[in-house]
């Protein structure tokens, strides 16, 4: 599955003519008495609402060319930025390795196949953290071996595990859950180290209910005593790992109604890189490839033979994806990633989040009171700034080599990603970056207005509101500031911004 079902834009010259136009005579007024009243009125509304009472409320609203402060509250604040720290990792990503890099998983042999494609040892898969694997990318690579003549393997999968470190999830995730949004990190992983377990109602009642898992490897053993019922029931998936280590139970215990729609739930597993190698198993033998022989997680030899060096997506796929998204397990993957290119194997989050903060500080973008814990914003000890991150939107989209990538991987408002469903003209074009943690929400990004493209950051902490008041607040102030938009929605739009076109 592809990952939204799971969870090149403009060319340089293009950007230019896009933010010529934007903030040009026509679309960059010069700010009037009026203008200035209105932002100053939706900033004192924001305060004012009761979902935000008592809250710390942090906002940084400047002109994208100019970086000039069209208006501000408690800018240099530094608040938990929640699911907002994915920009520093997108912007690091892009500026460390560019939009067209890809990562690499190496398969290899111990011996080379003999004459009629058989493999007498294992078949090596060295993973180097790809975070865009998922199962139809193993299809491929399975192709790939079969066309490279491989017919059997005779010493099972055996997975070099030696690029990341053992730490699978951060130990600032506590309590952690088996949701998707904890899925452990790993040098070879696939469909975002998480699974589909499907639950459908029989057609008559005290008939057991239908589950599946996706994919259907034999890593998962299922269980279920869930019946099918004539009123309403209520339904549990429970994870273990079995006693051998080679995989999970999924137990499913309750009842759904007759009629019912199929519910749908989202889990991670507790060992990605063996999850992994089912999978890949899995798709091998689909292309014909007999594989005899364990899984088994090791070093793989220093003298062997290469099979293929097998391509994920480009960077600019997996910064769109995590962005429109809010994917944790991209963010946390680039962020360890990024520490191995600097400070060589085993990736860790340590040398990861050195590297974020060193490009801040290349950057200028550093405040005394930022502190980055890990790439996806799911711990609370992150700490950034509102007028931290307007700068680093602005750094971010002028860079010439990413400047439009950065730009097109924001969901758009009332259009898609995790703006889709939020308050927003889907004919104003505002682009934000959600973030979300308890009590705390976020959106940071940039939207068009009468004084041109403007840069945006609202962090609110410690708000007693429910999640869709306080986020019907944020929205409202940036469509208030937004105002008589007088750029044309395609301006900002560049072409393939959105996932599901």
Avoid at 99 to 121: L, N, Q
Avoid at 408 to 424: I, Y
Wanted: with cysteine.
């Amino acid at each position: 599955m592809r990952l939204q079902e799971w969870a090149r834009v403009g060319s340089w010259i293009g950007w230019v003519l896009v933010l010529a136009c934007a903030v040009g005579p026509a679309a960059a007024a010069p700010a009037t008495s009026s203008d200035e009243g209105q932002e100053a009125a939706a900033l004192a509304r924001l305060l004012r609402h009761p979902a935000l009472r008592g809250a710390r409320v942090g906002v940084s609203v400047v002109s994208l060319e100019t970086g000039d402060v069209v208006v501000a509250h408690e800018s240099d604040t530094s608040l938990v930025p929640a699911s907002n720290q994915k920009l520093l990792v997108a912007a690091t990503a892009l500026g460390v390795w560019g939009p067209e890099h890809r990562f690499e998983t190496g398969i290899y042999t111990e011996v080379p196949p003999d004459e009629s494609g058989v493999v007498a040892g294992p078949l090596w898969v060295v993973g180097r953290g790809d975070p865009s694997l998922v199962s139809e990318s193993l299809w491929r690579l399975a192709e790939e071996i079969r066309l490279r003549g491989v017919t059997k393997i005779e010493g099972g999968i055996a997975i070099d595990t030696s690029g990341f470190d053992g730490q699978k999830t951060h130990p600032d995730w506590m309590p952690l859950s088996r949701r998707a949004y904890h899925s452990p990190t790993g040098a070879f992983v696939v469909n975002y180290s998480s699974f589909r377990v499907e639950i459908r109602p029989a057609a008559r009642a005290q008939q057991a209910a239908r589950v599946s898992v996706v994919p259907e490897i034999p890593y998962f053993r299922v269980s279920s005593d869930a019946v099918t019922i004539p009123g309403n029931g209520n339904l549990s998936v429970d994870l273990a790992n079995l006693s051998d280590g080679s995989g999970e139970r999924v137990r499913v215990r309750g009842a759904m109604r007759v009629g019912q729609l199929s519910r749908t739930y989202w889990r991670s597993v507790t060992q990605p890189e063996r999850y992994a190698a089912e999978v890949l198993r899995s798709q091998l033998e689909t292309h014909g490839i007999r594989v005899e022989g364990p899984i088994r997680l090791g070093r793989a030899p220093e003298v062997r033979h290469e099979i293929l060096e097998f391509p994920g997506e480009t960077l600019l796929e997996m910064v769109r994806d995590m962005n429109k998204y809010s994917n944790n397990f991209i963010a946390e993957q680039l962020t360890k990633a990024l520490g191995a290119e600097r400070d060589g194997a085993p990736a860790t989050w340590r040398s990861g989040v050195a590297v974020l903060q060193e490009y801040l500080q290349r950057a200028n973008l550093l405040d005394a009171g930022t502190v980055i814990a890990d790439g996806s914003g799911l711990s609370p000890r992150n700490r950034i700034s509102p007028g931290a991150l307007t700068r680093l939107i602005r750094y971010a989209v002028a860079q010439h080599g990413s400047g439009p990538e950065f730009l097109a991987s924001l969901p758009l408002g009332g259009r898609d990603g995790t703006l889709e469903d939020r308050a927003f003209d889907p004919t104003a074009s505002v682009r934000g970056k959600t973030g979300h943690l308890r009590r705390v929400a976020s959106l940071s990004g940039v939207m068009p207005s009468r004084r041109g493209l403007l840069a945006y950051a609202v962090l609110i902490n410690g708000a007693p509101g429910g999640r869709v008041d306080v986020d019907g607040a944020i929205d409202a102030f940036v469509m208030q500031v937004a105002g008589s938009v007088e750029v044309a929605p395609a301006e900002i739009t560049l072409s393939r911004g959105s996932a599901s076109e």
